[in-house]
């Protein structure tokens, strides 16, 4: 998956030749990355928690700092970036990157508040049909959030909550597991919530096959895109998904605790028959002011929305979603990462060896921009390798209970940090050793 007229090696110029040929590599120039001790930018490979901040984010946010200063309260309706309409800026990039269609996705609150919110409509348990199946290995916010909808409908987790876990000695869910857990709960299944990609070990889980096995019990699925949108392309709309929920901090760099997203399938953003909480900002636009209070929602994804959203929230994602629009889309980020994820591969093998294992799946196709490592140095404690790293302005993180994850980024990761990245970690194991 590497260049094909480039042959890998271990030595650093290999990794020049890399950068040279990356027809993206100018995009790295859009971001600002933290700065080391030496003065140079970090090993900055901690996307898959905070992605960094676009150049151009600034802008966008002092815009509307001077729209606010200038205009006052009439920002609100003076101007192309009205901000009535501003969460609508954001929504034609955001289809793009989870392949949904006009009217299905909106920028709004945070992930775990849009789960709550879309699992209102789409959880509605009855005697026969009320159980939730997540993973076992579920971030505990999604975790939380299930376990509480299903208190909330007077049911009881211990019996309605149904737990996927790896087999026995294994680190990733197995697709046939998955399907056959569906069909075996089949009847009883309500709603089935798992995420595109799993941010523990990078799996990238099937998510049409999985649609496509909870519909044909007549349950309803969601997916929670947090390490999959901005990651790999996504095709919701197509794969029939009935609803999904994001944060943008992670791959789409819209900045810490920045604006969420959803996605509501066609099929269901005008039916009147789902519940839902309501907000004056799901109401009509054109009769939102008369403030009546007859409901007439928006026939699309942003009839969801409470409030008025966080201007000063939106504006840097917009500067992020620019530059996604620049580069192409997901299809040349996803063919470079998969170069970098191969790049990232090799290296590991020739100069880790068996110090260290990956819990990622190793096929391509299975996995976000992520690797997961284990530390198997005896004698190593995990945690003073990851301090190593960090001491060495490698970032990266530590997830509980021992894994190092470190994610490359083909918006703003080179092949040159992947190069620096294994070699420091060389390095770290043999000083802790
Ligand atoms: C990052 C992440 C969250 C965080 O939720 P917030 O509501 O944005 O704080 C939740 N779930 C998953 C799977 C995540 O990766």
């Known amino acids: 998956m590497t260049s094909p007229d480039i042959t890998l090696t271990t030595g650093a110029e290999t990794a020049a030749r890399l950068d040279a040929a990356d027809p993206l590599s100018g995009f790295r120039n859009e971001f600002r990355l933290p700065v080391g001790r030496d003065g140079s930018p970090q090993t900055y490979l901690a996307g898959h928690s905070l992605g960094a901040v676009p150049r151009a984010a600034a802008g966008h946010v002092n815009a509307e700092l001077e729209r606010w200063a200038g205009l006052g309260v009439a920002g609100h309706f003076d ?5 009535v309409g501003y969460h609508e800026l954001l929504a034609a990039s955001l289809e793009r990157l989870v392949g949904g269609r006009p009217g299905e996705v909106v920028a709004m609150n945070s992930l775990t508040v849009n789960l709550h919110l879309l699992m209102v409509s789409f959880y509605e348990p009855t005697k026969r049909r009320y159980k939730v199946l997540i993973e076992a290995g ?3 916010s999604d975790h939380f959030a299930v376990e509480s909808q299903i208190r909330q409908r007077g049911h009881d ?3 309605s909550l149904i737990l996927a876990r790896p087999r026995g000695g294994e680190e990733t869910l197995r697709s046939d597991d998955l399907l056959a857990l569906i069909a075996e709960h089949g009847a009883e299944l309500a709603l089935v919530v798992l995420p595109g990609v799993q941010y523990y070990t990078g799996q990238v889980l099937p998510m049409a096959e999985i649609t496509a096995a909870a519909h044909a019990t007549g349950a309803r699925v969601g997916f929670d895109l947090a390490h999959a949108v901005g990651n ?3 095709a919701l709309h197509d794969w029939n998904v009935d609803f999904a929920a994001w944060c943008s901090y992670k791959y789409l760099n819209g900045g810490p605790g920045g604006i969420g997203g959803a996605f509501v399938h066609g099929r269901h953003v005008a039916d009147g028959s789902l519940p839902k909480l309501l ?3 799901g109401q009509r ?3 939102r002011f008369e403030m009546g209070t007859f409901f007439d929602p928006i026939p699309t994804a942003e009839s969801w929305q409470l409030s008025n959203p966080p201007i000063l929230a939106m504006a840097p994602l917009r500067a992020s979603l620019e530059i996604f629009d620049r580069a192409g889309g997901l299809e040349p980020l996803r063919a470079k990462s998969q170069r970098q994820l191969a790049y990232l591969d090799f290296l590991l093998t020739e100069v880790i060896g068996d110090r260290a294992e990956s819990l990622t799946p190793t096929a391509l ?8 490592l284990r530390i198997r140095t005896p004698g190593v404690d995990g945690r003073a390798v990851h301090q190593g790293l960090q001491a060495a302005d490698v970032a990266c993180d530590w997830r ?5 994850r470190v994610a490359p980024v083909p918006l703003y990761n080179t092949f040159g940090d992947i190069h620096r990245f294994v070699n420091i970690l060389d390095r770290v194991l043999d000083e802790v050793g």
């Open 157 to 159: 987790p211990a019996e």
């Open 138 to 140: 579920a971030f505990p």
């Open 79 to 83: 101007g192309e970036a009205a901000w």
């Open 400 to 404: 509980y209970p021992d894994v190092i």
């Open 232 to 234: 790999i392309p996504l």
């Open 365 to 372: 196709a299975e996995r976000g921009c992520q690797a997961s």
């Open 285 to 287: 636009p054109d009769i």
């Open 279 to 281: 907000g004056w900002w």
